[in-house]
């Protein structure tokens, strides 16, 4: 049986989602209050999300809260 949480991408799909702009939402369907860019890093093959949030309170709240985003090829 296939782990749900164990999904794998290949190096490929990764690099596509490079620049792709996807709303930030506070929750599942909640309010958007920012956005997301992808950046595929060649150099580690991942991809992770840089986060900006329009709300400045929330944004300071939040401070420098790394990316919660970050995927690695299947090896």
Known sequence: MTN???TR???QALK???GKKVPLTESSGG???GEATLKYD???QTLS???RIDDPKLAKELGDYPSPIILRPES
Do not use: K, M, N, Y
């Open 4 to 6: 749900p949480d164990d």
């Open 31 to 33: 309010p958007v209050i």
């Open 9 to 11: 991408f290949t190096e």
């Open 16 to 18: 596509d989602q490079d």
């Open 42 to 44: 060649p150099g580690t």
């Open 49 to 51: 999300a840089e986060l």
